[in-house]
């Protein structure tokens, strides 16, 4: 038998021995790196502790006292002055009223709902309040007007629809974002007084007319736009005409403006943004828009439907400030 070839021996045993160093190499490599992103990542989290330790440390030196409606709270300046130009923000900035004797703040509103609103300023969310009872979620709405928190105003304040006149067929969803008017096919009522108008303010709100009678054809005279809140009047309007795809702005004649498919079907949707005095009417289904610039108007314009009872529609709004 021949010897063993010592050099492939060794060769074989450098190789492996080589293999194992560099696995050990790219392991160790692996396991600094990680300690390195590990470590940088306490630091920042210490980095924020720390700034929110001095942040609390520092708003504690201005602390606020509420007596809400017999209820006391306690909060910070800076929580209150989270957002400009609300009731907080003048309570504290225009030196027109100081606090009690006990140095509180005494606003005579209901306590129930008061957290809902602390909370908001807090942290910028605001509480779940599916859970609450319709006359609580609606207190909540009234006391977010009455402080005059605009953003909240947005997130949580429904588009309401105040109609002309009292009639049981306008059904608002148990949300309060959307109003459904079932029309009564049958009545003679003028049509000059049946519309319906929001009674907040709207930048971005979506029109869908349903077709109720099941003939698919859509009648002339059934319309959504906007009017000037001061009157509310069709020559101080902009309307779009749902069943001849018309327009008409400030009462000028009607002007051609999409060309319905007709398909046969049921719905068309169309959507609303007011932006610098500007309409935009945008065809959801096709992105065909026209854009009207709005006349002047001391008192601002609001979102109206004009959905005539002898149309067979049914109009769904819906609000959205985003």
Not at 99 to 104: A, I, K, N, W
Not at 124 to 145: H, S, V
Not at 293 to 307: F, I
Not at 309 to 322: I, N, P, W, Y
Request: glycine share 6%; with cysteine; charged share 25%.
């Amino acid at each position: 038998l021949g010897r063993p070839n010592m050099d492939n021996i060794l060769r074989q045993s450098y190789s492996a021995a080589d293999d194992v160093f560099m696995a050990f190499m790219n392991k160790l490599e692996e396991i600094t790196c990680k300690f390195h992103q590990q470590w940088d990542e306490f630091k920042e989290h210490r980095k924020a502790l720390l700034e929110k330790v001095e942040l609390c440390a520092t708003n504690s030196q201005h602390i606020v006292k509420l007596n809400v409606g017999g209820t006391h709270f306690e909060t910070t300046e800076s929580t209150l002055l989270a957002e400009k130009e609300t009731f907080f923000w003048a309570m504290l900035h225009t030196g027109e009223w100081n606090p009690g004797p006990d140095g509180e703040y005494f606003i005579d509103r209901s306590p129930d709902v008061f957290c809902h609103v602390m909370e908001y300023l807090r942290c910028g969310k605001l509480l779940d309040t599916a859970e609450l009872p319709q006359w609580k979620r609606n207190m909540l709405q009234t006391d977010i007007d009455f402080y005059q928190i605009h953003s909240l105003l947005s997130l949580c304040c429904p588009i309401h629809f105040q109609p002309i006149e009292d009639d049981d067929t306008v059904k608002l969803s148990e949300s309060g974002q959307t109003l459904q008017r079932m029309l009564d096919t049958t009545s003679t009522q003028s049509i000059l007084r049946d519309k319906f108008y929001t009674t907040t303010p709207a930048t971005k709100w979506a029109v869908r007319a349903t077709r109720t009678d099941g003939t698919g054809k859509w009648p002339w005279r059934c319309s959504a736009g906007i009017a000037d809140s001061s009157s509310l009047v069709e020559r101080n309007a902009v309307r779009l005409d749902f069943g001849g795809g018309m327009v008409s702005a400030f009462g000028e004649k009607w002007k051609e403006f999409v060309k319905w498919k007709d398909d046969g079907s049921t719905d068309r949707m169309v959507d609303f943004e007011l932006t610098d005095h500007v309409l935009k009417i945008v065809v959801t289904a096709t992105g065909q828009f026209m854009t009207v610039k709005l006349k002047p108007s001391v008192e601002g314009y609001l979102p109206v439907v004009w959905p005539y009872r002898d149309t067979g529609v049914r109009f769904t709004l819906e609000h959205s400030t985003a």
